[in-house]
């Protein structure tokens, strides 16, 4: 996490805004030279960097634009490895104040809080006995701009078991966290995520969740909220051995 509320995101296609930096250079010159040793006496050191925002699709929000940093420092030919200590400080102090700028510049574009797409499922009920058809769908309810990956999961206590793409009607359960569907395009907004009959050995309560993320990122449970494209789908489910 960078500070004033700028996040870092593993990906492009998952943030707000893509931060070029390139032509990154550090100088060190020097200004003044000790007319009684002879030695360099004084220091300029100059850190400086170009940097340019973007959207994730090359549309430019800030032209290119040089940030630049100089800092001068005095030097002690009696205590060398303490002005090297000194000049190390100095060059962390400064990376620190380009950073304080890169985030001043972003503030001022003011973007937003990212807008998540909302998700539901549709044909969940309640209770399911043995025999019983299960069909449930995944509902967009809005519209979105980017290809997406789709988890499901299906959980019964701290056991979490996550649905995986399978031939058969009905997903293959694994407690390995995998996608359901990989890079699901903006068009399609309806899912099948179950269609199968409750088989006589499948009964207790159970919760059915389902979330978007950025396509192609892996899922974070400690860290899904940032990682999150969508609202929580959830469902709470009984499967009973029986007959309605």
Same mark, same amino acid.
């Given at each position: 996490?960078?500070?004033?509320?700028?996040?870092?995101?593993?990906?492009?296609?998952?943030?707000?805004?893509?931060?070029?930096?390139?032509?990154?250079?550090?100088?060190?010159?020097?200004?003044?030279?000790?007319?009684?040793?002879?030695?360099?006496?004084?220091?300029?050191?100059?850190?400086?960097?170009?940097?340019?925002?973007?959207?994730?699709?090359?549309?430019?929000?800030?032209?290119?634009?040089?940030?630049?940093?100089?800092?001068?420092?005095?030097?002690?030919?009696?205590?060398?490895?303490?002005?090297?200590?000194?000049?190390?400080?100095?060059?962390?102090?400064?990376?620190?104040?380009?950073?304080?700028?890169?985030?001043?510049?972003?503030?001022?574009?003011?973007?937003?809080? !990212? /807008? #998540?797409?909302?998700?539901?499922?549709?044909?969940?009920?309640?209770?399911? *006995?043995?025999?019983?058809? @299960? &069909?449930?769908?995944?509902?967009?309810?809005?519209?979105?701009?980017?290809?997406?990956?789709?988890?499901?999961?299906?959980?019964?206590?701290?056991?979490?078991?996550?649905?995986?793409?399978?031939?058969?009607?009905?997903?293959?359960?694994?407690?390995?966290?995998?996608?359901?569907?990989?890079?699901?395009?903006?068009?399609?907004?309806?899912?099948?995520?179950?269609?199968?009959?409750?088989?006589?050995?499948?009964?207790?309560?159970?919760?059915?969740?389902?979330?978007?993320?950025?396509?192609? !990122? /892996? #899922?974070?449970?400690?860290?899904?909220?940032?990682?999150?494209?969508?609202? *929580?789908?959830?469902?709470? @489910? &009984?499967?009973?051995?029986?007959?309605?």
């Amino acid at each position: 996490m960078m500070d004033e509320g700028v996040q870092i995101v593993p990906t492009a296609n998952a943030a707000q805004l893509v931060l070029l930096l390139q032509n990154e250079a550090t100088d060190k010159r020097i200004l003044t030279v000790s007319s009684y040793s002879g030695q360099q006496a004084e220091f300029e050191l100059n850190y400086q960097v170009e940097m340019e925002i973007q959207k994730p699709n090359g549309t430019v929000l800030l032209e290119k634009q040089k940030i630049s940093l100089l800092r001068d420092y005095l030097f002690d030919e009696r205590a060398v490895l303490a002005m090297g200590i000194e000049e190390e400080m100095l060059r962390e102090e400064m990376y620190r104040d380009i950073v304080a700028q890169i985030i001043r510049r972003l503030q001022i574009l003011k973007l937003g809080k !990212v /807008e #998540l797409t909302q998700i539901a499922f549709k044909g969940l009920k309640a209770k399911y *006995v043995t025999g019983n058809p @299960i &069909v449930v769908d995944l509902i967009e309810k809005n519209t979105r701009t980017a290809p997406i990956d789709i988890w499901v999961s299906l959980s019964m206590g701290e056991n979490v078991w996550f649905v995986t793409p399978s031939s058969l009607q009905a997903g293959q359960l694994s407690p390995k966290a995998q996608p359901w569907q990989h890079d699901v395009p903006t068009k399609k907004t309806r899912h099948r995520v179950l269609d199968f009959t409750v088989p006589p050995d499948l009964s207790g309560k159970f919760t059915l969740r389902a979330v978007y993320t950025e396509a192609g !990122v /892996e #899922l974070d449970l400690n860290n899904l909220s940032a990682m999150m494209r969508s609202t *929580v789908a959830e469902g709470k @489910i &009984v499967f009973e051995s029986g007959t309605d």
